[in-house]
C-alpha cells in the first residue's frame, strides 16, 4: 500500500506543506498510518478535514475540490469531483480505491 | 466582535489577553527586543505548567539560555521540567526543506505536548526559499497545522518581513525605538487584535534585567478616596484657613515663585509627618540630598538622625529617565518606602526637561501620587502674576498660591489658598515669616 503515499506527497504539489501537515494531523487524530485509513476508510479522512477546517462542511468541501482540483492539473487527469466527495463521505472504500489508483497512477508517472 | 478593550499593564497582561490558539507576529528592526517579548510569553506560560517550544534561527540553544538567564529568565529550570524545549535550526534553502522544518516543528509540538511556540524568525527560515512559496508554506503551516492543534503561536518577523504574515496573525505586535536625548525609548504597538476594540495601543517599555517592563500610565482616581480624615499640614494657621488642614490621600499644589518659602512649607509638612511617626517622602528634581539635610539642619535646627529613619530623600535627576521610565520610577520610589506623606519639590524641572511631553507627564505623576493614597505636595516655580489659569489645577484638590509683596520698601512673603475642594477654606492673603525654624502665618 505503500504507493498510496504518493497522494500525500503529490499534495505538497497542491501547496507547499500541505501534503506532510494532512499527513500529520491524521496519524495524530486516526493514531494509525494515515495511507492506510485514506483507503480502508475515506470517511474518516474526511472526518478529520473536517476538524481541520473548523468543522465546516462547506469550507471541507471545497478545500478537497481544491485538492482534486490541483490533481487533475498537475496528473492531466479528470476526477468527478461530486463522486469523489460523495464516496469520501459515504466512505465507500471500493470506489474511493478505484479513484485513488487511476490518481496514483498517474502520479507515480509523475515521481 | 467582542466588546472588550484591552487595558493592560504588564506584558504578561497582554500575553493573557490574546485568546488561546491565535498566532501572534511580533515585527520589528533589529535589536527592539523581540526576543526577549517572545521569551516572555513562553517563559510565563511555562511557569503556569504550558510547555513552550523555541523554534530559532540565530542564537544556538547555550547563548539563548545564557541570553535570557541575564533577563531574570531561568530557562534551564524549566528544561529541566521539561517545560521547555529549545530547537536550533539552519536556514532552508529549498521549499521542500522549509516542508520538512514545519514538519518537524509539527512533530516536536506533538512529543513535547507543547501548547506555545515561538519562530524566531519567520522572516529568516522563509528567506532561502522564493517568496510566493514561502508565503504559500507558511499559510499551510499556520492555518492546517498548527490552528487545530490549539498551539499559541508566536511568528517574529524582521521589518519589512514578508507582509503576508501580517494578514495571517491574529494579534501583530510591532516594536521600534525613538531617541530621546542620548536614551533610547522603546515602544510596543499593538496594531491589528483581531476580535477585540483596542483603545490604548501604544505603550512605552524598558529593556532589561527583568526582560520587557511596560511603563503604563495610571487610571485616574477620584478626590480624596472617600475619606475624611485631614491632616495637618504642620502649621496650625495654614490648617485653619484651610478648613481644617488638608485631606489624607489628597494632592496639593503649591504655586510660586522662587524664594517664596514652596520647599519651607513642603519640608515642614514632611516634619510634622516625620516627628508623629510617619513615613514621609521627599523627592527633589532640582537639589541633592547633602543640601538638603544641610538646610533642614540649619533651618528648623533639627536633629536630623532622629527623623531620619522615617524621612527618606530621593533626588532625581530628570535628564537620566525618559517620560514614563520616570514615572515608573518615582512609582517604585514610592512602593518601597511606603511613605503616608509626600513632597515633590521643583515640579518645573519636568516641566523643563520634558517639553511638550511636560505636562502630560506631570499629570501622570499626579495620578500617581493619588493611586498610592498619600498626602502629597507638589511645588512648582510659577509667577502667580501671569495668572492661574494652569490647567493642572483642575487636578489637584488643593491649591496654595504663595508670592513677594515688594511693597512699603520691604519684602514680604505672602500665603493664600486658591482652591481646597470640599472645604470652606478662607480666601484671604496672609503673610508669611520663618521664625526659629518654624514657618509661622499671620
Not at chain 2, 49 to 75: C, I, K, P, Q, W
Not at chain 2, 251 to 271: C, D, E, N, R, W
Not at chain 2, 366 to 386: H, M, P, Q, Y
Request: hydrophobic share 40%; glycine share 8%.
Amino acid at each position: 500500500m505503500s504507493h498510496y503515499s504518493l497522494f500525500f506527497k503529490l499534495l505538497n504539489y497542491v501547496a507547499p506543506n500541505l501534503g506532510s501537515v494532512l499527513y500529520f494531523h491524521l496519524k495524530r487524530l486516526l493514531g494509525r498510518d494515515p495511507t492506510e485509513i485514506l483507503v480502508k476508510e475515506p470517511r474518516k479522512v474526511y472526518e478529520v478535514l473536517k476538524t481541520l477546517n473548523a468543522g465546516d462542511e462547506r469550507t471541507t468541501d471545497f478545500f478537497i475540490e481544491s485538492i482534486v482540483r490541483a490533481i487533475e492539473r498537475e496528473c492531466g487527469i479528470t476526477i468527478s469531483i461530486t463522486e469523489f466527495i460523495y464516496v469520501m463521505k459515504s466512505n465507500d472504500s471500493e470506489r474511493f480505491r478505484e479513484i485513488l489508483d487511476r490518481m496514483v497512477k498517474h502520479m507515480e508517472k509523475l515521481a | 466582535m467582542c466588546s472588550h478593550t484591552l487595558e493592560v499593564r504588564t506584558v504578561d497582561d497582554l500575553f493573557a489577553a490574546i485568546p488561546r490558539g491565535s498566532l501572534i507576529l511580533i515585527k520589528g528592526a533589529s535589536g527592539t527586543g523581540k526576543t526577549t517579548l517572545a521569551a516572555q510569553f513562553i517563559y510565563h506560560g511555562a511557569l503556569r505548567g504550558e510547555v513552550g517550544l523555541y523554534v530559532s534561527t540565530y542564537e544556538r540553544r547555550d547563548e539563548f539560555l545564557e541570553h535570557m538567564a541575564s533577563m531574570g529568565m531561568n530557562f534551564k529550570e524549566l528544561e529541566r521540567k521539561n517545560l521547555f524545549y529549545y530547537i536550533h535550526v539552519p536556514i532552508p534553502r529549498e521549499v521542500k526543506c522549509l516542508e520538512e522544518v514545519f514538519a518537524a516543528i509539527l512533530e516536536k509540538l506533538g512529543e513535547y505536548r507543547a501548547s506555545r511556540l515561538v519562530i524566531d524568525s519567520v522572516t529568516a527560515l522563509t528567506a532561502g526559499v522564493p517568496e510566493r512559496e514561502a508565503r504559500a508554506a507558511l499559510q499551510v503551516f499556520t492555518v492546517y497545522g498548527l490552528k487545530p492543534l490549539g498551539t499559541t503561536t508566536i511568528f517574529i518577523s524582521e521589518v519589512p518581513g514578508l507582509g503576508f504574515e501580517q494578514y495571517l496573525a491574529d494579534v501583530v505586535l510591532e516594536l521600534s525605538t525613538e531617541y530621546w536625548e542620548d536614551r533610547v525609548r522603546r515602544f510596543l504597538k499593538v496594531q491589528k487584535f483581531r476580535g477585540r476594540v483596542v483603545e490604548k495601543v501604544r505603550y512605552e517599555f524598558t529593556l532589561g534585567s527583568r526582560g520587557i517592563e511596560l511603563l503604563t500610565t495610571h487610571a485616574f482616581r477620584g478626590v480624596y478616596s472617600g475619606t475624611s480624615l485631614r491632616v495637618s499640614t504642620g502649621v496650625p494657621k495654614l490648617d485653619e484657613v484651610l478648613g481644617g488642614g488638608v485631606y489624607r490621600g489628597s494632592v496639593t499644589l503649591l504655586l510660586g515663585p522662587s524664594g517664596v518659602g514652596k520647599s519651607l512649607l513642603a519640608l515642614h509638612f514632611l516634619i510634622h509627618g516625620a516627628r508623629a511617626g510617619e513615613n514621609v517622602l521627599y523627592i527633589d528634581f532640582g537639589e541633592s540630598t547633602e543640601d538638603l539635610w544641610s538646610y533642614v539642619r540649619t533651618t528648623y535646627g533639627i536633629d536630623v538622625p532622629s527623623i531620619e529613619e522615617r524621612f527618606r530623600v530621593v533626588a532625581v535627576d530628570t535628564y537620566r529617565y525618559t517620560p514614563r521610565e520616570l514615572v515608573k520610577y518615582l512609582s517604585e520610589v514610592i512602593d518601597h518606602t511606603k511613605p503616608l506623606r509626600i513632597a515633590l519639590d521643583n515640579a518645573q524641572h519636568v516641566l523643563i526637561t520634558y517639553d511638550n511631553e511636560g505636562y502630560s507627564t506631570l499629570v501622570q505623576i499626579i495620578k500617581l501620587l493619588r493611586s498610592v493614597g498619600a498626602t502629597s505636595f507638589i511645588t512648582l516655580l510659577w509667577d502667580i502674576e501671569t495668572g492661574l489659569s494652569l490647567p493642572l489645577l483642575a487636578l489637584v484638590d488643593n491649591v496654595i498660591a504663595m508670592w513677594l509683596d515688594f511693597s512699603n520698601q520691604r519684602v514680604r512673603r505672602m500665603i493664600s489658598v486658591v482652591k481646597a475642594k470640599k472645604s470652606r477654606h478662607e480666601t484671604g492673603a496672609y503673610e508669611i515669616k520663618v521664625v526659629d525654624g518654624k514657618l509661622i502665618i499671620e
